[in-house]
Structure formats: C-alpha cells, structure tokens
C-alpha cells in the first residue's frame, strides 16, 4: 500500500509563488512515475504536470507550461512542484498521485492519490 501526503498549500497573492511537496512512503517510488493534478471548486480534476520514473522527464498542462517545475528527490521519497507567477485561476486543490502502468495525463492511469492540499491565490 503507497501513502501519499502532500504538503505546502495555502495563501498568495498573485504573482506569488508556493512550493508544494508529496511525500511517498512506499518503496516503489523510485520506480513510478509522478504526477500532479488540481480540483477547483465546482470543476472537474485536472492534470497539471508528471515526471517519469529513470530519467526524469517532464509534462505539462499548457496552461502552468513556463510558471510550474515538477522535480523528485528519489533519496527523499518526494516530488515536488513548485509554481511561480501565480494566478486567481490556480486556485484549487492540489494532489499528487502515483502513476501506474504507461505515461499519461489520463486519471485512471493513477492509482494512488494523496488528500489534497489547498492552494488559495488572491487577487
């Protein structure tokens, strides 16, 4: 069983930045590919961004391409994201989820998810 507890969220203004982390304490992490998704109130889950397991690839919404940077530390059991230039629009909750089988932006491909951490943007 993975756990997945994500920290980090809370109030920016925009423009700010936040760094969110999620931390695994299963032994697959070093194994599985990452990914970061974000619920706004009202809307359905989206994805925001994925690193791969091995070499560390990366992906993104277009919508957070050249504010948002996903990275791990393999040695922490943690991914991170860190956003910049935020916006009133980034304003929901933020998961983190371990990816199963393949390499995706699809939810069903993730298999484990953390509770959420909240991040609030003001304007």
Known sequence: QVQLVESGGGLVQAGGSLRLSCTSSGRTFTSSSMGWFRQAA??????????????????????????????????????YLQMNSLKPEDTAVYYCAVMGTGWGTLIPLYNYWGQGTQ???SS
């Open 42 to 79: 009202g809307k359905e889950r989206e994805f925001v961004a994925a690193v791969s397991r091995g070499d560390g690839n990366t992906y993104y919404a277009d919508f957070v391409k050249g504010r948002f940077t996903i990275s791990r530390d393999n040695a922490k059991n943690t991914v």
């Open 119 to 121: 991040v609030t943007v």
